[in-house]
């Protein structure tokens, strides 16, 4: 099954960085970007999966967008965790993560779209046995749709 990560596509598209287009032309505009290449995404025939951004499903009634058109699957992580992982991601590469406490900001994000990320079809614990779980999930989806 083919892979696409929707903020790379958009990268390749627009030929410049997430925190170019956030920077440039603010979260608004780049949501409405990045909800235009969803829709064109989720048009693509066949079997692929298609790893969003945090904030995809947020806007635009992506969630519901993706929700009619495959199997979504929220990897549910502990704020704990999330803060970790940030932690770890070099400083300035998160364009809403820039301003304030990260904590502040990331506890306040996870609240805010945990009810939209719980819509998924499927959630699943982050964790080390996220991958298992989600390739076994996939394989049932593809034997009951045929796709």
Known sequence: MSFMDLD???????????KEIFSNTGEDSFRKLESEYLTELLSSEGAYILASGGGTPCFYNNMELMLSKGTVFYLEAKVEDL???????????????NEGELKDSVNKLFHQRHKIYEKAHYTIPADEHAIDAILGLLEEETDRNGH
């Not at 790379?8 to 997430?18: A, F, V």
């Not at 803060?83 to 993560?97: A, I, S, W, Y």
Request: glycine residues 8%; charged residues 40%; without cysteine.
């Open 8 to 18: 790379e596509e958009i990268e390749k598209g627009e030929e410049l960085t997430i």
């Open 83 to 97: 803060l970790q992982r940030m932690t770890q991601v070099e400083k300035g590469t998160r364009p809403l993560f």
